[in-house]
């Protein structure tokens, strides 16, 4: 080998990259479906066996599969009309309502869940009110409160990728059609929906996998109607200590489940293959009378039902509360009440978690993205693929899988804040990895050839030139991934104790040990945050390249 030669560095960060996802995804998920069929160094298909024979076990999945169809089609019929609206069609105050809408699916799914046992729970206001006249029966809990919460979680998602899609039609196509006869309802469903079919298709899969993931709304307000995430948590924590076989099997039945509706959602996205550029994008127009007055309700009405927990939340954060029980009036005694609940601790180790989780995550990311772009080869797309596996895997199968693989030495890092920020890590990464490859699509390599011609070395070329050109773009995806980093609960409920405890466990604990109004102080800290991101996030993002 010519001594002078030097070895390329970008080979050396492949390599290294491609170690990381090995030593902590793929060896935790190896470790996981070793321990899913080996008892006591016996294959054994035991535990497979357990899980199919009881339908309580079965029908978890079924019933998680059921709610996220539910909740998906819901979400496709609120979502799509009220894109449809916001982008081809005048409405007073969008900007307002499209901030909402990113506010509202940008907020933790448990703190809804909680804001409407407040609000709909056997002694929540809007129950006692409809009691009061002669209304009785209606619940928030089981199958009808888990998809009532989640649709108006997740509606916005819909929205949101909708209005993106609906501005790259062209204005011509839309003109086409009409002058060939193709009008009103039948424009909307053969050209505006055909032309929009990957978008929807990508939102479809986006609700289904989040309302699949979903731990905080199901346990909360599930009452006996368990789901797949609710299950695996029962059965690692059960009445006799951890059972990693079993929690194993379940993780591993989830991952296949899964995975068999993200290869289906893309044979069907295969047959739906074209690309569009609006030359002359779509120009919105003013509807009038009863027509325009049903479009404004059906968007404000929509959008203050799915805020309604939120304001609720931080109402009830000043409410008097004494033992559990509402009082009249307002005060800062839950405030007070929180700092006695370890609110320094876990604002402190959110923070911890949050920043040094997103601060690995976009390194890793934007590496990621340059090595896949300008650097293809065989290794690079290795190393997208397998940091794009967590996409399909609810948190607590990546918790339970890094339990198992690292709760003895030689690592033995299991009930410390670096398990946590490494699950975030692995769990967040395919979110701002795609971020940043967008970002990166979009920067000229002329630029850099430029630097690199002029005697700027390679590494140098990338810090100084590519970097700040994707700048708009990491700080955009990176803002999203704070906020999913700091609502993050299906993973760590797996992994805290005392010492770890976050704002979103400590919400979760209060809840359940009956606190209400602490909880609640919890979560309005939670999402005082979450406004924060959300107005750097406008500030750095195109809207029409807004996406959740």
Known sequence: MNPTKKMDVWKWISFLLFLFFLCFLVYPIGKLLKEAVYVNGSFTLTGFQSFFSKEYYYGSILHSIKIGSCVTIACLFLGIPFAYFFSFYHLKGSKVLFVLCLLCSMSAPFIGAYAWILLMGNAGLITGLLKAIGIHGWSIYGFGGIVFVQTLKFFPLVMIYMNGAFKDIDQSLMEAAESMGCKGIEKFKRVIMGLSMPTILAAALLVFMRSFADFGTPVLIGRGYTTFPVLIYNQYLGENGADYHFAATMSVIAITATA????????????????????????????????????????????????????????????????????????????????????????????????????????????????????????????????????????????????????????????????????????????????????????????????????????????????????????????????????????????????????????????????????????TITMVFTVLCLIVYMKFTDPKDMKI
């Open 260 to 523: 068999l509706i993200f290869i289906l959602q893309k044979v069907v996205s295969s047959h739906f293959k074209f690309t569009m550029n609006a030359l002359h994008p779509v120009q919105k127009k003013q509807a009038h009378g009863f027509r325009n007055l049903c479009m404004h309700l059906f968007c404000y009405i929509l959008v203050a039902l799915a805020l309604l927990p939120q304001v609720y939340i931080v109402n009830m954060s000043f409410r008097n509360y004494s033992n559990s029980i509402l009082k009249p009036g307002y005060s800062l005694i839950n405030y007070q009440k929180a700092m006695e609940k370890m609110l320094i601790r876990a604002l402190g180790n959110t923070l911890i978690i949050s920043f040094c989780t997103l601060a690995i995550v976009i390194v890793i990311a934007v590496l990621i993205a340059y090595l896949v772009v300008r650097r293809s080869n065989l290794l690079n797309h290795a190393i997208d693929t397998i940091s794009m596996m967590p996409y399909i895997m609810p948190g607590a199968v990546i918790g339970i899988a890094l339990v198992i693989s690292f709760s003895k030495e030689p690592l033995n890092i299991t009930g410390t804040l670096f398990i946590m920020i490494l699950a975030l890590v692995i769990r967040r990464m395919p979110f701002t990895s795609r971020s940043a490859t967008a970002a990166m699509m979009k920067v000229p390599i002329s630029t850099e050839e430029a630097a690199l011609s002029l005697g700027a070395g390679k590494i140098a070329t990338f810090t100084k030139i590519t970097v700040p050109m994707m700048s708009s773009g990491i700080i955009s995806g990176a803002v999203l991934s704070f906020v999913s980093i700091l609502t993050e609960m299906s993973s760590g409920v797996i992994l805290y104790n005392n010492q770890t405890i976050t704002l979103t466990i400590s919400t979760y604990t209060s809840i359940t040990s009956g606190i209400y109004g602490v909880a609640a102080v919890f979560a």
